[in-house]
């Protein structure tokens, strides 16, 4: 298991900045995939920026090349600086850890509201 806090959200105008932390309880090395994802309402969670295989990271096309997903395995903690922040980037933010062992498994933080005003 794995539990996640976030830190970070809050409300910005259009053209700032936040970051996002993500502090796991334990080891990110132990844990096989974190990302970030969002949901606004009426919509589904998607993808914001993820650490995949190899770790390589995968992007939404709405946020390349304005948000950064980092990590600093010494702190168990995940990172998303947000830049250029726009109004349709206003959503609940969720830190997300997948495990693969004994099977596949998600685990999720508690969100954290991100407000970007215009």
């Known amino acids: 298991q794995v539990q996640l806090v976030e830190s970070g959200g809050g409300l910005v105008q259009a053209g700032g900045s936040l970051r996002l932390s993500c502090a796991a309880s334990r080891s990110i090395f132990s844990i096989n995939a974190m990302g970030w994802y969002r949901q606004t309402r009426g919509k589904q969670r998607e993808l914001v920026a993820t650490?995949?295989?190899?770790?390589?990271?995968n992007y939404a096309d709405s946020v390349k090349g304005r948000f950064t997903i980092s990590r600093d395995n010494a702190k168990n903690t995940v990172y998303l600086q947000m830049n250029s922040l726009k109004p349709e980037d206003t959503a609940v933010y969720y830190c997300?850890?997948?495990?693969?062992?004994?099977?596949?498994?998600?685990?999720w933080g508690q969100g954290t509201q991100v407000t970007v005003s215009s």
């Open positions: 997300n850890a997948r495990l693969v062992a004994p099977y596949e498994i998600d685990y």
């Open positions: 650490f995949i295989s190899g770790g390589r990271t």
